[in-house]
């Protein structure tokens, strides 16, 4: 009798708690907003920190514990996709999610439509500090009128052009970046080089279809839907320009991949002449392709800039510490802080007065050979278009990539191509 | 009162004493050794499939409100989601073509391994075994690398014979091949070493009664070893059946392709819940895939009980 007892309460225990699990922190998320207000005052507080690798900031939190003796700062690091995963469900299940979370830029939309997991950072003082960042990341990180901040910019990733001077020179292309910049200044002075390049060479112009596309794509304010998330596809002339450019600069690229293992051969190998990349991937030249070191110059992109990557720090709503976590997160990415990582790291700023600050203006690998590598980013930075874009932008990217891939394939003529993505988007946004 | 209370404790337990019968009490401690699983199983596998039905009939991106839309996302799922029916022939399909193979090679490995002849016996084991212990993904990233379409070694081979570079992830065939070579390479030693087990589970003296009548290796093998083989060989068949259903990882690191060549169902349950947060829309594929395995196995069941009759 006793054993039976015994077991059913065994089985009550367990209910109650994974229960309970799930009712405890929704309650106590909600509720104690407040409570933060006065932060900062000797209290001692623990704020949870949840980062993916490659931020660069381990040196900086050490130094805001040095200086905040009550703070303590709990860094819990895992590989990017499974962050924001975990991040997902935490704030799905109500429970579970840290103080300060970074959210990359390609997740900033899903999370920003759900504003309710998120502390506004506008309650704690980030309008004092919207100026010191870049105009068009600040208004990525906020809603479209203003009045919701999800989260504070780190770094930015301006697109610049790295091209490869030894085959500009033998097919008879100006090799001075100032002079690629007025020589190909619009997309269809690029494709006219690169089928100069490919007469002469034998090469490419560039790696794959989507990428040129993804790259013109980003130049225009208007993608795929407007502020009231209305597909507007077919309307935008961004996006016909880019599908159009792209189409016709299919025979220029060889359909190489940029997560693929043969993109490093193909990089070291010369088989493209030009990379549009953000600073961060200068590295990821100079490892995949050591031997080409002095090859290189960087000079800006065709028509305009773009932005690929950088992260926001947010403070989910469970937390319990929004003040003391807003006091951190504002410190870590104020101007002089970013100095110090871009010093440390070289993730480029998003505070543009260090454009003019003489560690960035100094800025330079030999491996690129011009010597103002950071005046240069700092410009492409400046020139980047604020995009509108929705949760489903990704959705539709993936999809249009895709047409284009299979037009590279050979498996879909430019217009089924189109059609079916139209298709598709439709189901897809739809669910 | 001490005198009274120890009384009336010892008539208690008289009285569990009599009431005390061992099937009782052996049959509750015995559910109570298996209760770990059943409450592991209980949440872990019941609540979930339960809670997949009741998100299947909502529109859920995980953070916002679940909007009830009843079987809209079956009705679209069936009707109007071609890309959903591509991924279950493209199943089937990468089934089959690493499936057949796949156990044909396993029999035959097995069937030499088996042999009396054959020295270092335990080497071969562990060597034909191996792969299935490698990481998938590792697996996965090794294969993509050698089915390259431009740096390649496997297209570098195939140059070698004079014959066309072969575009693997651009071409449909290209991309099934490349995914089946991959599910054949970890499971073939896995089928091996469970074909190895019912191999020496034959007595020797009808390998030696046949080899009196002089029967061959080879009429060994198909007469023989095969026959007496069927329950095993049905057994494998289901195994791979249900983990060819399952083939997620391989497609996800080589690259699906551009036409949805290599999407297979469970790859596309994820990609929906996952990276498009469409959840309702994902438990409704997770539904569906579930009554296809069971009609499969169904299938599967029927089949072989014909062939054991």
């Known amino acids: 009798m006793l054993k039976k007892y015994a077991l059913s309460l065994l089985f009550f225990v367990l209910f109650i708690c994974l229960a309970a699990c799930s009712e405890d922190d929704e309650s106590s998320g909600s509720g104690d907003n407040g409570s933060g207000g006065s932060g900062g005052s000797g209290e001692n507080v623990e704020l949870t920190m949840w980062v993916f690798p490659g931020m660069g900031i381990d040196e900086q939190i050490e130094r805001y514990q040095e200086e905040n003796e009550n703070v303590t700062i709990n860094i819990q690091e895992a590989e990017y996709a499974d962050h924001h995963q975990n991040l997902l469900t935490a704030l799905g299940a109500g429970s579970g999610a840290p103080d300060v979370a970074v959210v990359e830029s390609a997740y900033i939309e899903q999370f920003k439509v759900n504003p309710d997991q998120f502390h506004n950072l506008n309650d704690y003082g980030a309008e004092d500090i919207k100026d010191d960042f870049l105009e068009w990341r600040w208004r990525e990180a906020s809603s479209p009128d203003g009045s919701f901040v999800l989260g504070i910019p780190t770094d930015v990733g301006p697109m610049a052009m790295a091209y490869r001077m030894d085959i500009f020179e033998e097919a008879g292309l100006p090799t001075d970046p100032d002079e690629v910049s007025s020589q190909l200044s619009t997309w269809e002075d690029y494709i006219e080089a690169g089928r100069q390049i490919q007469d002469a060479t034998g090469g490419y112009m560039f790696n794959h279809i989507a990428e040129i596309y993804g790259v013109i794509r980003d130049q225009g304010e208007e993608q795929y839907f407007d502020e009231e998330n209305n597909l507007i596809i077919e309307e935008s002339e961004q996006i016909a320009k880019a599908w159009e450019l792209a189409v016709e600069a299919i025979d220029i690229q060889p359909g190489i991949e940029r997560e693929s293992t043969e993109y490093g051969a193909a990089l070291a190998r010369g088989d493209f002449a030009t990379v549009f990349l953000p600073p961060w991937m200068l590295q990821r030249i100079k490892d995949d392709a050591p031997d080409t070191e002095g090859l290189w110059n960087v000079a800006q992109i065709p028509e305009a800039s773009g932005n690929w990557g950088g992260s926001l720090l947010t403070i989910p709503a469970q937390s319990d510490h929004p003040q003391e976590a807003y006091d951190f997160i504002s410190w870590l990415m104020a101007p002089e802080q970013q100095l110090e990582i871009f010093k440390s790291y070289g993730n480029f700023p998003s505070t543009p007065e260090l454009y003019d600050h003489e560690e960035v203006q100094n800025y330079n690998d030999p491996f690129f050979t011009r010597d103002d590598l950071g005046v240069m980013f700092g410009e492409a930075a400046e020139r980047v278009e604020y995009v509108y874009r929705s949760p489903d932008t990704s959705t539709v990217n993936t999809i249009i990539d895709d047409a284009l891939t299979s037009i590279h394939d050979g498996s879909a003529s430019p217009e089924e191509a189109w059609n079916n993505a139209l298709e598709e988007i439709d189901r897809q946004i739809s669910r | ?309």
């Open chain 2, 1 to 309: 009162m001490v005198e009274h209370n120890t009384v009336h404790s010892e008539a208690v337990d008289n009285k569990t004493k009599k009431k005390y019968r061992p099937k009782i009490h052996d049959a509750l401690s015995g559910y109570l050794f298996i209760s770990p699983f059943f409450i592991l199983f209980a949440i872990f596998g019941v609540y979930p499939l339960i809670f997949t039905a009741y998100l299947s009939l909502h529109k859920w991106n995980v953070l916002g409100e679940r909007e009830f839309i009843g079987v809209s996302n079956y009705q679209a799922l069936l009707t109007n989601d071609p890309l959903f029916w591509k991924s279950v022939g493209n199943t089937f399909s990468i089934w089959v073509i690493s499936t057949v193979p796949q156990l044909i090679l396993a029999l035959i490995l097995a069937f030499i391994l088996n042999q009396a002849f054959l020295k270092a016996k335990g080497i071969f084991r562990l060597a034909v075994f191996m792969p299935n212990i490698t990481s998938v993904v590792a697996v996965a990233i090794i294969f993509s690398a050698m089915f390259g379409t431009n740096y390649g070694v496997i297209n570098y081979g195939l140059t070698l014979f004079g014959l066309e570079p072969y575009d693997w992830k651009g071409s449909y065939l290209g991309t099934q091949l490349a995914i089946s070579a991959m599910v054949m390479w970890r499971w073939v030693g896995y089928n091996t070493i469970i074909y190895l087990a019912g191999l020496q589970g034959i007595s020797k003296d009808l390998y030696e009664a046949a080899t009196i009548d002089g029967a061959s290796k080879t009429q060994q093998f198909l007469y023989l070893t095969i026959p007496l083989m069927r329950p095993i060989i049905l057994f494998t068949v289901i195994l791979s059946t249900i983990g060819g259903m399952q083939i997620f990882a391989e497609p996800l690191l080589f690259g699906r392709g551009a036409s949805n060549q290599g999407l297979t169902m469970t790859l596309y349950l994820y990609e929906e819940a996952f990276t498009r947060f469409s959840f309702g829309y994902g438990a409704a594929i997770a539904w569906v895939l579930f009554v296809i395995i069971i009609l499969f196995s169904l299938f599967n069941m029927f089949l072989t009980q014909r062939i054991k009759s």
